[in-house]
């Protein structure tokens, strides 16, 4: 950039009559001959000399709008202090990019399960209300008693095991619903979502486990009470076909 200088202080600039010419064909042309030029070298630092050219990599300086550290600061001077490991190049701090899609479709048809936030309220609305009338009102029962997440890190999962009435071969869905608490609205923080996501998405797995094994204590108590039935009906046609062998009054 070229520039131009004036031989008063920054305040007398507007009062240095001598130098009036100049600006008027700064102004008008872009070019004076009228004032003294400065050597092309690049941008003058303020503090190391004229011409100077500064080759610095330039680095955020109003740490109140770089991105803060996931760890709440600890002591005052942290609230304003810079993140070092933030000023270094992108490429040494590149990590893999979260993809996300948006699909615009039934939740009756998703497979997966699905993760809800709560914040706190007395009444389930919009997607809550929706899948709670997929639940039998499941999701509502627990707001009423108490037992529903509200608080950051609360959670609760609600398998699904409502058969279509239509086809009661296909499999219910969405196969769960986790439930995850936001707090208040206008409180949540990035590291009070990632706690509880991360809660929720770790209670699936023990709660799919659970509604295995009662699966599995269903289907043998019910064959436990088949065979018991069948050996009392053997038992009862056994005697019956003793007693036909041996006639009456033997």
Same mark, same amino acid.
């Given at each position: ?6 031989? +008063?202080?920054?305040?007398? $600039? @507007? ?9 008027? &064909? $700064? =102004? ?7 004032? &003294?030029? =400065? ?8 503090? +190391? #000399? ?6 610095? @990599? ?23 202090? +810079? ?19 948006? %699909? ?5 048809? +998703? ?22 009338? $997929?639940?039998? *009102? @499941?999701?509502?029962?627990? =707001? ?8 950051? #890190? ?20 969405? &196969?769960?619903?986790? %439930? ?12 009070? $979502?990632?706690?509880?996501?991360? *809660? ?17 204590? *269903? =289907?043998?108590? #019910? ?10 009906? @053997? ?16």
């Amino acid at each position: 950039m070229r520039t131009w200088k004036v031989d +008063v202080v920054h305040g007398d $600039l @507007a009062d240095a009559k001598d130098a009036f010419e100049g600006y008027v &064909e $700064l =102004l008008t042309r872009g070019d004076t001959s009228k004032l &003294e030029a =400065l050597p092309e070298a690049g941008f003058a630092v303020r503090g +190391v #000399g004229v011409g100077v050219a500064a080759h610095t @990599a330039l680095v955020p300086s109003r740490p109140s709008r770089t991105l803060r550290s996931a760890e709440p600061p600890a002591v005052q001077r942290d609230i304003f202090a +810079v993140d070092a490991g933030r000023a270094a190049p992108a490429a040494a701090r590149a990590v893999p990019q979260l993809r996300i899609s948006v %699909v615009n479709g039934n939740l009756k048809f +998703v497979r997966q399960p699905l993760m809800l936030g709560h914040y706190l309220s007395l009444k389930l609305t919009g997607t809550e209300a929706a899948m709670d009338r $997929l639940l039998d *009102q @499941a999701m509502s029962e627990s =707001l009423g008693t108490g037992l529903y997440p509200s608080a950051v #890190g609360s959670h609760q999962v609600f398998l699904n095991t409502r058969r279509n009435p239509d086809d009661p071969f296909v499999l219910p869905r969405p &196969e769960a619903v986790i %439930v995850v608490g936001l707090g208040e609205e206008g409180t949540l923080r990035t590291t009070d $979502l990632t706690q509880t996501v991360r *809660q929720g998405r770790a209670r699936l797995c023990p709660a799919r486990e659970r509604a295995r094994r009662r699966r599995a204590d *269903q =289907l043998r108590v #019910g064959s436990d009470v088949d065979r018991h039935r069948r050996y009392r009906c @053997a038992r009862r046609h056994g005697g019956a076909s003793h007693r036909a062998r041996r006639g009456p009054g033997e």
